[in-house]
């Protein structure tokens, strides 16, 4: 018994292999006209193996590029539609550079950053205060996530003092956190939730 894995390697695996073997005996035949009717067939038995679009024109298009790529491009046969080289079809996208942001503690992540430095730019003090108390509840809801057990006033407190330079400062003793877990959409939710089950 010969297990797969020991077998050839498919070049489009979603086809499986008994198209890779009707594409493969295509290839070797030596009659054109009989080459380009076993092609024929072959597309119409693979357009009913992947599933279909809207687009019956971009459909064709994409069963005959793969055809060509299942026979290696040896295939010698008239296409009905422009091939993409094979140069072209197998060549990778060069990949997508990933910012290096320099994020100073991890588990709040770039937005609080950018929000506590947004508020030190504000110079009207009530406006200060509400947004440094509304990114403080979120810098809990964030700790939360990160590790229960590290979920601590006073630590969120520090922080925004650390991140800010001194500049912002919360007052622990006239501000009350918002309570952590649910998010206010999950808590609506499962409040729903319960009405349903009474």
Same mark, same amino acid.
């Given at each position: 018994?010969?297990?797969?894995?020991?077998? $050839?390697?498919? *070049?489009?695996? $979603?086809?499986?292999?008994?198209?890779?073997?009707?594409?493969?005996?295509?290839?070797?035949?030596?009659?054109?006209?009989?080459?380009?009717?076993? #092609?024929?067939?072959?597309?119409?038995?693979?357009?009913?193996?992947?599933?279909?679009?809207?687009?019956? #024109?971009?459909?064709?298009?994409?069963?005959?590029?793969?055809?060509?790529?299942? #026979?290696?491009?040896?295939?010698?046969? @008239?296409?009905?539609?422009?091939?993409?080289?094979?140069?072209?079809?197998?060549?990778?996208?060069?990949?997508?550079?990933?910012?290096?942001?320099?994020?100073?503690?991890?588990?709040?992540?770039?937005?609080? $950053?950018?929000?506590?430095?947004?508020?030190? *730019?504000?110079?009207?003090? $009530?406006?200060?205060?509400?947004?440094?108390?509304?990114?403080?509840?979120?810098?809990?809801?964030?700790?939360?996530?990160?590790?229960? @057990?590290?979920? @601590?006033? #006073?630590?969120?407190?520090? @922080?925004?003092?650390?991140?800010?330079?001194?500049?912002?400062?919360?007052?622990?003793?006239?501000?009350?956190?918002?309570?952590?877990?649910?998010?206010?959409?999950?808590?609506?939710?499962?409040?729903?939730?319960?009405?349903?089950?009474?």
């Amino acid at each position: 018994m010969q297990y797969n894995t020991q077998r $050839e390697q498919l *070049t489009m695996p $979603e086809y499986g292999r008994s198209i890779q073997k009707m594409v493969d005996m295509a290839v070797q035949m030596a009659d054109r006209a009989e080459r380009q009717q076993c #092609a024929n067939t072959i597309v119409k038995i693979m357009s009913g193996i992947l599933p279909a679009t809207t687009n019956k #024109a971009d459909d064709e298009h994409r069963l005959w590029n793969h055809l060509a790529r299942i #026979a290696h491009y040896k295939l010698d046969i @008239d296409y009905p539609v422009d091939i993409i080289p094979q140069e072209e079809a197998q060549a990778h996208p060069a990949p997508i550079p990933y910012p290096a942001k320099d994020i100073k503690r991890r588990h709040y992540g770039h937005l609080v $950053e950018q929000a506590l430095g947004y508020v030190m *730019t504000l110079e009207d003090e $009530e406006k200060r205060l509400f947004f440094t108390e509304n990114i403080a509840n979120q810098m809990k809801q964030n700790l939360y996530i990160w590790n229960k @057990d590290s979920m @601590d006033n #006073a630590l969120v407190a520090q @922080d925004i003092e650390r991140y800010s330079n001194g500049k912002l400062h919360l007052d622990l003793d006239n501000f009350t956190f918002e309570p952590v877990g649910e998010s206010p959409l999950q808590r609506a939710d499962n409040s729903k939730k319960r009405k349903r089950r009474k």
